[in-house]
């Protein structure tokens, strides 16, 4: 179940549409392949020091059923779930209205100045960080005792 939940917590995160626009909009920029290289690698670093923070955190040992660790990791997976489910109807909701037009970001007036190390900074800030907390919830609970387990989480 830990391996299901994991797929369709990253497919999620990898759909997303805020990094993956930023992203779009940072490749066709002058240096563009740097800078969509370093952002690629800023946004896979963070993720993976969220899964190592939360390895480290649990001891590689998951809490016991029906504790209070437990109870928590169960009740922040309960409230993180909640959250997107109202984000998503919200979303869905508003599909139908007209938006007023919006003046783009002004870090996007300025992509073709932007550096690799900004372009590393800025993946990590447009994370889906609710999504990101619901991995780490459902990572709480891995016990990583072989080399298939290890495979699994990354």
């Given at each position: ?118 372009a ?26 072989s ?8």
């Amino acid at each position: 179940m830990l391996v299901l939940d994991l797929v369709l917590i990253g497919l999620a995160v990898t759909l997303d549409p805020l990094p993956l626009t930023a992203f779009l909009v940072v490749l066709p920029s002058r240096r563009g392949v740097r800078k969509g290289a370093a952002f690629t690698f800023g946004w896979l670093v963070s993720l993976a020091i969220v899964v190592t923070i939360t390895v480290l955190a649990t001891g590689n040992n998951p809490p016991q059923p029906n504790t209070a660790p437990s109870l928590a990791a169960l009740a922040v997976k309960t409230a993180l779930g909640v959250l997107l489910v109202v984000i998503a109807i919200r979303h869905i909701r508003a599909r139908g209205r007209p938006k007023p037009p919006k003046k783009p970001p002004k870090w996007q007036e300025h992509v073709d100045d932007m550096s690799p190390w900004f372009a590393l900074g800025l993946a990590p800030a447009l994370q889906p960080w609710g999504l990101i907390g619901a991995g780490a919830a459902t990572v709480v609970e891995a016990k990583l005792s072989s080399w298939e387990s290890f495979l699994a989480l990354f």
